[in-house]
Each structure stands twice: as C-alpha cells, then as structure tokens.
C-alpha cells in the first residue's frame, strides 16, 4: 500500500488488518440472528465488558443522535466490527483505554482539518481509513448505502426511508474513530514483534 504522507492517521502494521474470512464471520453471526436487536443488544453488552472505554464512547456518540435508524445502524455495525476484530486477533487485541479512543478521535480530526484546508487533496479522511482496513470498511460502507439507499437485500431492511443524514454522518465518524483505536489495540503477532526488535 502507498501511503500518504500527509495523513495524520499514520499507518498500521500489517498484522492488524481484518481479513476478510473475520469480516464475513461477523456479518454472518448476525445476519443469521432470527432476533436482530436481541442480537445486537447481547453483543454490546459483551462489547462493553470487553471494551468498555470505546462502548462508552460509542453509546454517547449514537445516544446523543436524534435518528433512531441512525442510532441503530451505530449499534449493528459497532458490534460487527467488534466481533470481526475478535475473530480475527483473539486474544492479541488489547483494551482501549480512554487515552486511546481520544488520541483515535484527535487524528481522525486533524486529518479532516488537513484535508478541508489543501484543495488539490483528492482523498478524504475515510479513505485513508479504508485503505488501513479495507475489508472492515466495506462492510461500514455497504451498510452505510443499504440505510440510505434500502432494498430487500439489506441486512437492516426495515429502516424508514425518512432519515436524517447528518445523524448517520456522525455514527459514521464515531465507527472511523472506533476502526482507528481497535486497529492500533492489535498486539504484533511474536514473530512480528521479534523482528521489530531486531531491526
């Protein structure tokens, strides 16, 4: 991957990118619930136990959105990317503390700052994101175009055609600063770790 030198997302190690076999796992356990919100309801519980400071900081962000469909496109996909985390890095994610999830939420920040102020940049911040987690961010943006552009293929295929698009903007953001502090939570794998010592 060529990456920006302009960015202030900086890069992550290779070892911490979400396959796409994770993704897929995630996507299906949910997919397959035969009660959604139930599902997702117990997933964020286990997702607060396990991630405390980041679900704190992701209920605040969803709660405070006035666009319930909004608010339950956050829930569905901040459990997803949990889970497709989990599967693929066990017991090698650590915990986010608050520390991380801010320094996550400043450089997303700076970055659109960077952006907006150089006209001749032709990517957004959210494209630097899908270039650090590709699969994680298909998933985010495939669901993204299935609630503001529902069909009968969509995972949330009830949502209400009436939805307030900045409330969905700003769970997307929040998701971007979640990606961001789970991407950088992932312990180097040994072998990676070694050679990091090494070099």
Known sequence: MKWSARSALGPISSDAIVS?????????????APELD???????????EEQ??????????????????AQALGYFLSVCIHEAFRRAFGARLESVDESAVEVARASLELDETMRREDSAEPLESDDVVAMLQPHVMTLVREQLDSVLAPDD???????????DVDCVSAVYRALLVAILALSRAVRPASGQAARKMLS
Do not use: H, K, N
């Open 20 to 32: 796409q076999a994770a993704v897929d796992y995630a996507q299906r356990s949910f997919a397959d």
């Open 38 to 48: 139930e599902r997702v309801d117990q997933a964020f519980a286990r997702f607060d």
């Open 52 to 69: 405390p400071a980041l679900a704190a900081f992701l209920a605040d962000e969803f709660d405070r959105q006035r666009d319930e469909t």
């Open 153 to 163: 293929d969509a995972m949330l295929s009830d949502v209400e055609t009436d939805i």
